[in-house]
C-alpha cells in the first residue's frame, strides 16, 4: 500500500478546516519587492519542480522577513524532500512546530513529518501517529496509515479498532479498512453505524446496501439464538436498521417501500411524510385517527400539507375540517394552522373570513406576511386601499411582502437608503496587524486560498461589528463569498455594508451569460446568492452541482444546445453560469414570468405547469404563496428578495423592471 497519496490527499484538504488560531509574534515590517520577487520565485520554482532553485529563493526570503516564515520554512521543507535531503525537510517542519505553534499549517506539517519519518522506519513514530489521530479523529487517511503502521508492528488488537472506525465512516477508505479486517471482526451494530453515517453523507443506495446486510445478519442470528435478552438486543438493533433503511429510500424518492417499513417501526411522522410524498391520500385518511393523537408535534406539519392537498381537491369542507380537528390536538402549531384555515378561506374567496385570520395572526405575530394578505382581502371586498405590508416608512430589510406591497403602491421599487457608516476604527486595525501583511502577500503570490484561510482565523470567538465589517470585506476581495456573507450576516443589516450583503460575485462570467442569454445579470446572481452563496464547489443532497446548482441531465440537455463542452466539469464557473443562465431564460420563454421561471428552476417544469393549470390563480401573488413544495415556495420568495435587493442598490437598473416580469398584483 503506497501511503503518500493517502498524505498528499490529507494535506490538500487540511487547509479547509483549521482550529487553531494563528497570533503573530511578529512585530510590523516592510516588505521590499526584493522580497516579495524572491517569495514568487520560490513557489513558482517548487510548483514547477525546479526544486534547488526553489530552495535557494526560499532560503533568501526566509533571511530577509519573518511574517511568512512558517509557510516558507514549509514550502522549502517539500523541496528538500524532493531531492532527497529529508533531514533538512525534518529540520524546517520542526522549527515550524516550536517557533510557529499556532500557525495554519501546523496540521500540514505534522502529516510531513508522519511521512517523511515512516520513509525512515523512525521507531518513535507511534506517539506521533498517536497525538495526531487523537487531536484530528476525523481525518482518515492518516487514521488509515496509523492502522497499517500498527499491523506491521503487530500491533494486531489496536489495528483492528482503528480500521473498524475508519470502515464505520463514510471515507472512501472504508472498502480498504474493511479488507484489512475478517468478517467476524464486523458486527450488526457497525453496519447499522455505518449506514447512519452514509445517510448523513447523503450516500443513500450505499446505506440502504448496508441496512440490508444488517438486517441479513439480524435474522441469521434470531435462527440460531432464542435467548430472550438477545432477541431483545436484536429487537432493538432491527428497529435501528428498519429507520434507517427507511430513511435511505425515502431519500432515494421510494416513498411507498419507505412508508411501509416505517409502518412497521410505528414511526407516525415518518410514516405520514412518505405517504403524502408517494401521493396515497387513501392510506392517510385509513390512518388520520391515529396520525391525529400521535405524541409527535412534528406529524401536524404533515396533517396541514394533508388538508391543503384536500383543497387542491376541491373538498374545502374536508380541508377546514381537518384544521380544526388539528386546533384541538396540536394547540401548540395554532400559528401554522390557522394560516393554513385562512388560506384555503381565501382561495376559496371566502374573503370575509380570511381577513378575520389574517387579522388574528397579525395580532399574533406582527409579521409582514400576514399583514399584506389581509390587506389584499381588504381591498378585494373594497373595503380600503392597499396598503404596505409594513408600518414602517421605508421597506425593512429583505422583507418580501414589504416589496410586494412597494410594487402594489408605487410600481416601482424604492431606492436602497444607506444608513449611518460605522467605519473600522483605527484602534481594531491597529490590533490586527501585521496579520493584514500576511494576507497581502499571500494575495500577491496568488494564494487567495491561504489568505482566507488566514481571514478566518482572525474571525475568533469575540467578534464585534467592525471586525465582522472589517473581514468580511477582505473575503469578499478574495472571492471568498460564502465565507463573507455567512460572516457579515451575523451582524444587524447596515445599507453601508449592503454589497457584502449582495456582492457582485463573477462578474466577468455573470456578463458574458446575461448579454448571450439577453436576461438581466441581476437575476443571474440572485440565484446564484440562493442557490450556491456563491461557492463554486457547492452541491446539493440531490446531486445539484456548481454556483448554479445544476442537475447534470439538465446541464448536458443545455449543453447541447449552447455547445460549451462542460465535459462533467460542472463545477467551473464559467461553464456553469453559461449553462444555469441558458436554462433560465428558457424558463422565462416558456412561463413569461420571473417568479414562475424561479419556481421551475428549483422544481421543474413539469410541475409547475400543474400547479398553473390545477390552481386558477389570479395573480402571481397567489401562485407564489400556494406553490406545494415548502422549499421551492421560500427558495422563489428569497431569490425574488435577493432580486430586489440588488436592482435597488443599482444606480443603473430600472427600479420598475422587476414589476413588469413579475406580473399584475
Known amino acids: 500500500m503506497n501511503l503518500s497519496f493517502f498524505f498528499s490527499v490529507l494535506a490538500v484538504f487540511s487547509l479547509l478546516s483549521p482550529t487553531v488560531t494563528l ?7 516592510t516588505i521590499s519587492e526584493e522580497l516579495i520577487s524572491c517569495l514568487i520565485a520560490g513557489k513558482k520554482n517548487l510548483d514547477s519542480g525546479n526544486y534547488n532553485p526553489a530552495i535557494e529563493s526560499l532560503t533568501k526570503a526566509y533571511e530577509k522577513t519573518s511574517i511568512l516564515s512558517d509557510y516558507i520554512l514549509f514550502w522549502r521543507a517539500q523541496a528538500y524532500e524532493k531531492e532527497d535531503y529529508a533531514d533538512n525537510a525534518l529540520s524546517d517542519l520542526m522549527t515550524i512546530k516550536e517557533k510557529y505553534k499556532n500557525s495554519p499549517l501546523i496540521k500540514n506539517v505534522r502529516i510531513k513529518e508522519i511521512e517523511l519519518l515512516e520513509k525512515k522506519n523512525e521507531p518513535n513514530i507511534i506517539k506521533l501517529y498517536e497525538g495526531f489521530a487523537k487531536e484530528y479523529p476525523s481525518e482518515y487517511p492518516i487514521k488509515y496509515a496509523y492502522a497499517i503502521h500498527l499491523k506491521k508492528n503487530k500491533e494486531t488488537e489496536q489495528a483492528k479498532k482503528l480500521f473498524k472506525e475508519i470502515f464505520i465512516s463514510s471515507s472512501p477508505l472504508s472498502k480498504n479498512a474493511m479488507a484489512e479486517l475478517s468478517p467476524g471482526d464486523i458486527t450488526t451494530n457497525d453496519l447499522i453505524k455505518r449506514g447512519d453515517t452514509l445517510n448523513k453523507a447523503w450516500l443513500f443506495v450505499e446505506a440502504e446496501k448496508v441496512f440490508k446486510e444488517a438486517l441479513q445478519q439480524l435474522h441469521k442470528s434470531e435462527i440460531k439464538n432464542q435467548n430472550s435478552k438477545l432477541k431483545a438486543q436484536n429487537s432493538e438493533l432491527k428497529t435501528q436498521a428498519l429507520e434507517g433503511l427507511a430513511y435511505s429510500m425515502f431519500r432515494q424518492k421510494r416513498y411507498k417501500e419507505s412508508s411501509e417499513l416505517y409502518a412497521k417501526i410505528s414511526n407516525s411522522y415518518w410514516h405520514a411524510r412518505a405517504l403524502l410524498r408517494a401521493k396515497s391520500p387513501d392510506l392517510i385518511e385509513s390512518k388520520l385517527s391515529s396520525f391525529m393523537n400521535a405524541n409527535d408535534k412534528r406529524i401536524a406539519s404533515v396533517l396541514i400539507a394533508y388538508g391543503t392537498m384536500k383543497r387542491r381537491d376541491n373538498d374545502i369542507d374536508g380541508a377546514l375540517k381537518i384544521f380544526n380537528e388539528l386546533l384541538v390536538k396540536h394547540p401548540s402549531e395554532k400559528e401554522n394552522i390557522l394560516w393554513a384555515m385562512g388560506w384555503t378561506n381565501y382561495l376559496s374567496q371566502d374573503y370575509k373570513k380570511a381577513s378575520e385570520i389574517f387579522s388574528k395572526l397579525y395580532e399574533m405575530n406582527n409579521d409582514s406576511k400576514y399583514l399584506y394578505w389581509k390587506n389584499k382581502c381588504a381591498e ?15 421597506v425593512p430589510y429583505h422583507d418580501f411582502y414589504a416589496f410586494l406591497s412597494s410594487l402594489k403602491e408605487e410600481q416601482k421599487l424604492p431606492v436602497l437608503e444607506k444608513t449611518a457608516s460605522q467605519p473600522a476604527s483605527q484602534e481594531l486595525l491597529s490590533s490586527l496587524s501585521p496579520m493584514p501583511e500576511r494576507i497581502n502577500i499571500l494575495t500577491r503570490l496568488g494564494l487567495k486560498q491561504e489568505a482566507a484561510l488566514e481571514l478566518k482565523l482572525l474571525s475568533g470567538d469575540k467578534l464585534n461589528y467592525e471586525r465582522i465589517a472589517f473581514l468580511s470585506s477582505h473575503l469578499n476581495s478574495l472571492g471568498s463569498y460564502k465565507m463573507s456573507i455567512s460572516l457579515i450576516s451575523k451582524i444587524p443589516y447596515n445599507g453601508d455594508l449592503h454589497s457584502l450583503f449582495y456582492p457582485i ?34 452541491k446539493s443532497i440531490a446531486g445539484a452541482m456548481g454556483l448554479m446548482q445544476l442537475m447534470p441531465h439538465t446541464a448536458r440537455r443545455f449543453d447541447r444546445q449552447i455547445e460549451i463542452r462542460i465535459d462533467n466539469d460542472l463545477y467551473d464557473a464559467r461553464k456553469n453560469i453559461l449553462i444555469g443562465s441558458s436554462y433560465l431564460k428558457h424558463l422565462l420563454k416558456t412561463f413569461n414570468s420571473i417568479p414562475v421561471a424561479i419556481a421551475a428552476y428549483n422544481a421543474g417544469e413539469d410541475a409547475v405547469k400543474d400547479w398553473i393549470k390545477n390552481g386558477n390563480y389570479k395573480t402571481v401573488d397567489e401562485f407564489i404563496e400556494d406553490i406545494p413544495y415548502d422549499e421551492t415556495r421560500n427558495y422563489v420568495k428569497k431569490v425574488l428578495t435577493s432580486y430586489f435587493e440588488y436592482i435597488r442598490a443599482d444606480r443603473d437598473a430600472d427600479i420598475s423592471t422587476p414589476q413588469k416580469y413579475i406580473g399584475n398584483l
Open 380 to 394: 378585494i371586498l373594497n373595503e380600503a386601499k392597499f396598503t404596505r405590508a409594513s408600518s414602517k416608512k421605508h
Open 505 to 538: 460575485a463573477f462578474l466577468p462570467e455573470v456578463m458574458e451569460a446575461s448579454e448571450k442569454n439577453e436576461m438581466d445579470h441581476l437575476l443571474i446572481l440572485s440565484v446564484m446568492r440562493e442557490e450556491s452563496r456563491f461557492d463554486p464547489e457547492a
Open 23 to 29: 497570533a503573530s509574534e511578529d512585530k510590523p515590517e
